[in-house]
Protein backbone atom coordinates (compact mmCIF):
# COMPACT_ATOMS: atom_id res chain seq x y z
CA UNK A 1 0.00 0.00 0.00
CA UNK A 2 1.47 4.00 -0.50
CA UNK A 3 1.66 6.00 1.87
CA UNK A 4 2.79 9.14 2.67
CA UNK A 5 5.03 11.52 5.13
CA UNK A 6 5.60 14.99 5.25
CA UNK A 7 8.54 16.48 7.40
CA UNK A 8 10.66 19.51 6.74
CA UNK A 9 13.92 17.75 7.06
CA UNK A 10 15.74 18.02 3.91
CA UNK A 11 18.02 15.47 3.59
CA UNK A 12 15.03 12.85 5.38
CA UNK A 13 16.61 9.68 6.05
CA UNK A 14 14.67 6.54 8.41
CA UNK A 15 16.60 6.03 11.63
CA UNK A 16 15.79 3.47 14.35
CA UNK A 17 17.30 5.43 17.22
CA UNK A 18 15.65 8.98 16.85
CA UNK A 19 12.40 9.00 19.21
CA UNK A 20 9.05 10.37 18.44
CA UNK A 21 6.81 12.20 20.67
CA UNK A 22 5.78 8.52 22.71
CA UNK A 23 9.78 7.94 23.77
CA UNK A 24 10.44 5.43 21.06
CA UNK A 25 10.79 5.37 17.45
CA UNK A 26 8.13 4.86 14.95
CA UNK A 27 7.02 6.71 11.76
CA UNK A 28 3.50 7.68 10.96
CA UNK A 29 2.22 7.77 7.35
CA UNK A 30 -1.41 9.11 6.00
CA UNK A 31 -2.80 7.31 3.08
CA UNK A 32 -4.23 10.91 1.71
CA UNK A 33 -1.08 13.24 0.84
CA UNK A 34 -3.08 16.04 1.49
CA UNK A 35 -2.46 15.39 5.35
CA UNK A 36 1.34 14.53 4.41
CA UNK A 37 1.52 17.95 2.93
CA UNK A 38 -0.18 20.05 5.81
CA UNK A 39 2.10 17.71 8.07
CA UNK A 40 4.85 19.32 6.10
CA UNK A 41 3.83 22.07 6.33
CA UNK A 42 3.47 22.43 9.78
CA UNK A 43 6.77 20.98 10.80
CA UNK A 44 8.03 23.88 8.93
CA UNK A 45 6.54 26.60 10.61
CA UNK A 46 7.70 25.25 13.63
CA UNK A 47 11.51 25.62 12.30
CA UNK A 48 10.81 28.80 10.76
CA UNK A 49 10.87 27.68 7.10
CA UNK A 50 9.23 27.54 4.11
CA UNK A 51 9.63 24.54 2.53
CA UNK A 52 8.80 20.99 3.46
CA UNK A 53 8.84 17.78 1.22
CA UNK A 54 6.40 14.74 0.85
CA UNK A 55 8.23 11.02 0.69
CA UNK A 56 6.01 8.24 -0.36
CA UNK A 57 6.35 5.06 0.94
CA UNK A 58 5.50 1.14 -0.07
CA UNK A 59 4.03 -0.81 3.19
CA UNK A 60 3.05 -3.93 3.41
CA UNK A 61 -0.94 -4.59 2.73
CA UNK A 62 -0.84 -6.96 5.64
CA UNK A 63 -0.85 -5.40 8.98
CA UNK A 64 -2.96 -5.03 12.19
CA UNK A 65 -5.83 -3.10 11.55
CA UNK A 66 -8.51 -0.73 13.81
CA UNK A 67 -11.30 1.08 12.61
CA UNK A 68 -11.59 4.36 14.90
CA UNK A 69 -14.78 4.90 13.65
CA UNK A 70 -14.44 8.82 12.33
CA UNK A 71 -13.22 9.89 16.02
CA UNK A 72 -10.16 12.54 16.01
CA UNK A 73 -6.24 11.01 16.68
CA UNK A 74 -6.36 13.73 19.32
CA UNK A 75 -7.14 11.83 21.93
CA UNK A 76 -5.97 9.64 25.24
CA UNK A 77 -7.22 6.92 22.94
CA UNK A 78 -5.54 7.31 20.17
CA UNK A 79 -2.02 7.43 22.52
CA UNK A 80 -2.86 4.62 24.29
CA UNK A 81 -3.47 2.23 20.74
CA UNK A 82 -0.09 3.74 19.85
CA UNK A 83 1.58 2.78 22.88
CA UNK A 84 0.00 -0.33 23.69
CA UNK A 85 0.68 -1.81 19.87
CA UNK A 86 4.29 -0.69 20.39
CA UNK A 87 4.61 -2.91 23.56
CA UNK A 88 2.76 -5.52 21.98
CA UNK A 89 5.55 -5.69 19.42
CA UNK A 90 3.39 -4.63 16.49
CA UNK A 91 5.17 -3.70 13.41
CA UNK A 92 2.78 -1.98 11.23
CA UNK A 93 -0.40 -0.46 12.78
CA UNK A 94 -2.89 0.89 10.04
CA UNK A 95 -5.58 3.24 11.95
CA UNK A 96 -8.58 3.59 9.70
CA UNK A 97 -10.86 6.29 9.67
CA UNK A 98 -9.34 8.93 11.43
CA UNK A 99 -9.93 12.57 11.85
CA UNK A 100 -6.42 14.02 11.78
CA UNK A 101 -5.04 17.42 11.52
CA UNK A 102 -1.02 18.23 12.75
CA UNK A 103 -2.41 21.18 15.08
CA UNK A 104 -5.01 23.55 16.04
CA UNK A 105 -3.12 26.87 13.72
CA UNK A 106 -3.12 24.27 10.97
CA UNK A 107 -6.66 22.44 11.35
CA UNK A 108 -8.08 20.66 8.70
CA UNK A 109 -10.58 17.97 8.98
CA UNK A 110 -8.99 15.38 7.28
CA UNK A 111 -10.44 11.92 7.36
CA UNK A 112 -7.42 9.60 6.60
CA UNK A 113 -6.02 6.29 7.39
CA UNK A 114 -3.15 6.91 9.31
CA UNK A 115 0.18 3.79 9.56
CA UNK A 116 2.18 3.81 12.66
CA UNK A 117 5.59 2.06 11.32
CA UNK A 118 7.25 0.26 14.37
CA UNK A 119 9.64 -1.87 12.18
CA UNK A 120 11.42 0.34 9.65
CA UNK A 121 12.84 -2.43 7.66
CA UNK A 122 9.32 -2.86 6.36
CA UNK A 123 9.52 0.53 4.79
CA UNK A 124 9.70 -0.20 0.97
CA UNK A 125 10.78 2.35 -1.97
CA UNK A 126 10.77 5.73 0.09
CA UNK A 127 10.66 8.17 -2.51
CA UNK A 128 10.62 11.81 -2.64
CA UNK A 129 7.14 12.48 -4.52
CA UNK A 130 6.15 16.13 -4.03
CA UNK A 131 8.07 19.50 -2.19
CA UNK A 132 7.62 23.02 -1.63
CA UNK A 133 10.41 25.38 -1.24
CA UNK A 134 10.11 29.35 -0.39
CA UNK A 135 12.55 31.28 1.06
CA UNK A 136 12.82 30.95 5.17
CA UNK A 137 10.69 33.11 7.40
CA UNK A 138 12.59 36.63 8.03
CA UNK A 139 13.14 36.09 11.74
CA UNK A 140 13.88 39.93 12.88
CA UNK A 141 15.61 40.81 15.59
CA UNK A 142 13.89 43.76 17.46
CA UNK A 143 16.81 46.21 17.91
CA UNK A 144 16.71 48.75 20.43
CA UNK A 145 14.83 52.10 19.84
CA UNK A 146 14.50 55.17 21.61
CA UNK A 147 10.92 54.86 21.24
CA UNK A 148 9.76 51.82 21.99
CA UNK A 149 7.09 52.44 24.05
CA UNK A 150 5.45 54.74 21.91
CA UNK A 151 4.62 58.50 21.25
CA UNK A 152 2.73 59.25 24.59
CA UNK A 153 4.86 56.93 26.94
CA UNK A 154 8.18 58.83 25.08
CA UNK A 155 6.71 62.25 25.78
CA UNK A 156 5.71 61.62 29.24
CA UNK A 157 9.17 60.44 30.03
CA UNK A 158 10.59 62.94 27.94
CA UNK A 159 8.33 65.63 30.39
CA UNK A 160 9.60 63.74 33.77
CA UNK A 161 13.33 63.60 32.78
CA UNK A 162 13.36 67.90 31.83
CA UNK A 163 11.60 68.01 34.99
CA UNK A 164 14.58 66.42 37.13
CA UNK A 165 16.94 67.98 34.55
CA UNK A 166 15.72 71.22 35.82
CA UNK A 167 15.53 70.78 39.24
CA UNK A 168 19.05 69.64 39.30
CA UNK A 169 20.06 72.55 37.59
CA UNK A 170 18.56 74.58 39.67
CA UNK A 171 19.73 73.22 42.83
CA UNK A 172 22.92 73.28 41.38
CA UNK A 173 22.34 76.85 40.63
CA UNK A 174 21.44 77.45 44.30
CA UNK A 175 24.81 75.31 45.67
CA UNK A 176 26.88 77.38 43.47
CA UNK A 177 25.91 80.62 45.26
Given at each position: ?16 TKNSRYGFP ?16 YHASKAYLK ?105 KREEVLNQR ?13
Open positions: MKAYHGTNITDFKISKVLFFATDISLAKLYGEGFKVFEAELPTHCNTVDFKNKNSYCAEFNNLIVNSKKQNVKILKIVNVIDSPSKEFFKLNNSDIIAVFDFDLINELKQVYEYKSEPYNIAIPQPSLNIFGKEVTEFSTELKQQKLFQK
